[in-house]
């Protein structure tokens, strides 16, 4: 089946253009490279121009009197922050110096983990609970698994700034769309749309639904950031 998927694809596709995808593909995923800490970097700058760009002229514009700077700047810095510890931190790489302690911090259960296993690549017996990872050529102490978005393994020296990153990162997300909610909430009711009425073909007046409103408020929103 995956031959035959791929004899179709290289019949609309040059090879060329193959190989060179799976080069580039290859290297995204299968080598250490920036390229998705690039990507994050960028989606980040993105997400706050908006927020500086749409969502600040229309919370200053309502309120005034309220910081709303304060709170999406703490958290990006707390993001950032622990972004960098995480793509800058040792994981627990475990060496020939190091290999002694490592191997004494978890005994073997004979079954998962056994003495006689040899790391091919590091030329040692591996510790219990421990994993060669291809992309960064080394093993590693309670090895969890390869981030792509900080190009750094995720093991039991750095784990606690992983948990931290994604924390940071989903209140981050959650403030962002607060801050959304609230200005789209603001524009109905400063602009009076959530009391509109709307006449039907027979003359009669209902309240403004949901699907107008929402419609509405993005014409108003395009109409403001413009």
């Given at each position: 089946?995956?031959?035959?998927?791929?004899?179709?694809?290289?019949?609309?596709?040059?090879?060329?253009?193959?190989?060179?995808?799976?080069?580039?593909?290859?290297?995204?995923?299968?080598?250490?490279n920036p390229t998705m800490q690039i990507v994050f970097g960028t989606l980040v700058l993105c997400g706050h121009a908006i927020v500086?760009?749409?969502?600040?002229?229309?919370?200053?514009?309502?309120?005034?009197?309220?910081?709303?700077?304060?709170?999406?700047?703490?958290?990006?810095?707390?993001?950032?922050?622990?972004?960098y510890k995480l793509c800058n931190a040792d994981p627990g790489e475990i060496t020939q110096n190091n290999h002694a302690l490592f191997?004494?911090?978890?005994?073997?259960?004979?079954?998962?983990?056994?003495?006689?296993?040899?790391?091919?690549?590091?030329?040692?017996?591996?510790?219990?609970?421990?994993?060669?990872?291809?992309?960064?050529?080394?093993?590693?102490?309670?090895?969890?698994?390869?981030?792509?978005?900080?190009?750094?393994?995720?093991?039991?020296?750095?784990?606690?700034?992983?948990?931290?990153?994604?924390?940071?990162?989903?209140?981050?997300?959650?403030?962002?769309?607060?801050?959304?909610?609230?200005?789209?909430?603001?524009?109905?009711?400063?602009?009076?749309?959530?009391?509109?009425?709307?006449?039907?073909?027979?003359?009669?007046?209902?309240?403004?639904?949901?699907?107008?409103?929402?419609?509405?408020?993005?014409?108003?929103?395009?109409?403001?950031?413009?």
């Amino acid at each position: 089946m995956k031959n035959t998927i791929s004899k179709g694809l290289l019949f609309f596709i040059p090879k060329s253009v193959v190989d060179w995808s799976s080069k580039i593909f290859h290297y995204v995923y299968f080598q250490r490279n920036p390229t998705m800490q690039i990507v994050f970097g960028t989606l980040v700058l993105c997400g706050h121009a908006i927020v500086v760009i749409d969502i600040f002229p229309i919370l200053y514009g309502i309120y005034h009197d309220d910081n709303h700077v304060l709170v999406p700047m703490l958290l990006l810095f707390l993001n950032l922050l622990a972004f960098y510890k995480l793509c800058n931190a040792d994981p627990g790489e475990i060496t020939q110096n190091n290999h002694a302690l490592f191997i004494s911090i978890y005994a073997f259960d004979g079954v998962l983990y056994k003495k006689k296993t040899v790391c091919k690549t590091c030329n040692f017996v591996k510790p219990a609970r421990s994993k060669h990872c291809s992309i960064c050529n080394r093993c590693v102490h309670r090895f969890d698994h390869h981030c792509v978005w900080t190009n750094n393994c995720i093991g039991a020296l750095n784990n606690h700034y992983f948990i931290a990153f994604l924390l940071t990162l989903i209140m981050m997300c959650l403030n962002g769309f607060y801050m959304a909610l609230r200005s789209i909430i603001a524009i109905a009711h400063f602009s009076g749309m959530v009391h509109a009425m709307i006449m039907e073909s027979d003359g009669k007046m209902i309240p403004v639904s949901l699907s107008a409103l929402v419609q509405n408020m993005e014409l108003h929103m395009v109409i403001h950031s413009s």
